[in-house]
């Protein structure tokens, strides 16, 4: 029930701003949960973890995901706003990322996805969330990044979050 109001409230331009807020104590949730835990639990959720593309720093992004066969499918809305998220050109500069699912970290490699497969993955994307329309309206129809995150390897338990 409440994540069908999420979905709902999600096309609303004050909801991705109240979001976007909620991103750095999804972090810390995420963190302490090994990933069991994100998106406030109403929505199949993930924490990818790419490399700063100017940092060279490990940078973790809670997401909204969809399957596809042994892939998770992510999205770069940016709760509509007219630039990419930072972790979309993390991976487009290095494909290479981790993500912490359901307590595993699996690492994994972004693909971006592009003509008839983009749009197979777009329609599974909103089937799932479905303000992702709003947020391109919002975005200036900018092409808004679909990635495939493809795992190459098998995975382990997410580490255990530092004490203190």
Same mark, same amino acid.
């Given at each position: 029930?409440?994540?069908?109001?999420?979905?709902?409230?999600?096309?609303?331009?004050?909801? @991705?701003?109240?979001?976007?807020?909620?991103?750095?104590?999804?972090?810390?949730?995420?963190?302490?949960?090994?990933?069991?835990?994100?998106?406030?639990?109403?929505?199949?959720?993930?924490?990818?973890?790419?490399?700063?593309?100017?940092?060279?720093?490990?940078?973790?992004?809670?997401?909204?995901?969809?399957?596809?066969? %042994?892939?998770?499918?992510?999205?770069?809305?940016?709760?509509?706003?007219?630039?990419?998220?930072?972790?979309?050109?993390?991976?487009?500069?290095?494909?290479?990322?981790?993500? %912490?699912?359901?307590?595993?970290?699996?690492?994994?490699?972004? %693909?971006?996805?592009?003509?008839?497969?983009?749009?197979?993955?777009?329609?599974?994307?909103?089937?799932?969330?479905?303000?992702?329309?709003?947020?391109?309206?919002?975005?200036?129809?900018?092409?808004?990044?679909?990635?495939?995150?493809?795992?190459?390897?098998?995975?382990?338990?997410?580490?255990?979050?530092?004490? @203190?």
């Amino acid at each position: 029930m409440l994540g069908n109001l999420t979905r709902r409230v999600g096309h609303y331009r004050w909801f @991705g701003a109240t979001a976007r807020l909620l991103v750095p104590a999804d972090r810390v949730i995420g963190r302490l949960t090994r990933g069991r835990v994100v998106a406030l639990g109403l929505m199949p959720s993930l924490v990818i973890t790419t490399t700063g593309r100017r940092s060279g720093k490990p940078r973790s992004n809670p997401l909204l995901y969809v399957r596809d066969d %042994d892939a998770y499918v992510v999205i770069g809305s940016n709760w509509g706003q007219t630039h990419h998220p930072g972790w979309a050109m993390n991976v487009l500069a290095d494909p290479a990322a981790t993500v %912490d699912v359901k307590g595993r970290r699996i690492p994994v490699r972004a %693909d971006l996805a592009s003509g008839a497969e983009r749009d197979r993955l777009w329609q599974l994307l909103v089937a799932a969330w479905p303000a992702y329309r709003t947020y391109v309206q919002r975005a200036g129809g900018r092409e808004i990044h679909i990635f495939r995150l493809v795992p190459t390897g098998r995975g382990e338990p997410a580490a255990r979050p530092p004490a @203190g």
